[in-house]
T-cell receptor, first 115, second 111 residues
Framework: DSGVTQTPKHLITATGQRVTLRCSPR?????VYWYQQSLDQGLQFLIQ???????AKGNILERFSAQQFPDLHSELNLSSLELGDSALYFC??????????????FGQGTRLTVV | GEDVEQSLFLSVREGDSSVINCTYT??????LYWYKQEPGAGLQLLTY?????DMKQDQRLTVLLNKKDKHLSLRIADTQTGDSAIYFC???????????FGRGTSLIVHP
């Protein structure tokens, strides 16, 4: 158990809908990362938050957004869902961003199926 | 950005050593991680090496880093059937400390 908790584990929804994925980082970790894992694209970095602020953006679509709350949990919002958004979404957390404490620990993922 | 290449499959016999190779492009990678993903499961951090190291040993795992050639390898000694999984090489990109993943190598261990 990495200590990173993601809910829900599975989500099935229809095209055009909006969903919210939730991540609770390990206790004390300030940094949260979101990744998308699909068969054709592999594991793609989406976005990083550090202590409530957006720190880095990867291949995140405009239809997707995220935030990190004062209690450090994070949510990834996916809207106007398309079939191609079906994937496993991972959250990871790390203590900080410096040389020490940057090891990223991953949650079990949320499997999103868009039908 | 960082590009990471790995072979897609590796098949070994139980008890043999496995060596999974990875090449990357960003010479400023600071952390270089290895993650393991079992079927239907999340990503488990196996080990990592700092860019100023050549080798790191952790029980059955040995990581070798050739910074000049941007080549990373993971050796698993005495491979067991429980080691069957997908192994991801994930160097961090530049000064961001964000892991960038390869496609993963499926390790198949047969008796």
């Amino acid at each position: 158990d990495s200590g990173v908790t993601q809910t829900p584990k599975h989500l099935i929804t229809a095209t055009g809908q909006r969903v919210t994925l939730r991540c609770s980082p390990r206790s004390g970790d300030l940094s949260v990362y979101w990744y998308q894992q699909s068969l054709d694209q592999g594991l793609q970095f989406l976005i990083q938050y550090y202590n409530g602020e957006e720190r880095a953006k990867g291949n995140i679509l405009e239809r997707f957004s995220a935030q990190q709350f004062p209690d450090l949990h994070s949510e990834l919002n996916l809207s106007s869902l398309e079939l191609g958004d079906s994937a496993l979404y991972f959250c990871a957390s790390s203590l900080g961003q410096g040389r020490v404490g940057s090891e990223a620990f991953f949650g079990q993922g949320t499997r999103l199926t868009v039908v | 950005g960082e590009d990471v290449e790995q072979s897609l499959f590796l098949s070994v016999r139980e008890g043999d050593s496995s060596v999974i190779n990875c090449t990357y492009t960003d010479s400023s990678s600071t952390y270089l991680y290895w993650y393991k993903q079992e079927p239907g499961a999340g990503l488990q951090l196996l080990t990592y090496i700092f860019s100023n190291m050549d080798m790191k040993q952790d029980q059955r795992l040995t990581v070798l880093l050739n910074k000049k050639d941007k080549h990373l390898s993971l050796r698993i000694a005495d491979t067991q059937t429980g080691d069957s999984a997908i192994y991801f090489c994930a160097p961090t990109s530049g000064g961001s400390y964000i892991p960038t993943f390869g496609r993963g190598t499926s390790l198949i261990v047969h008796p």
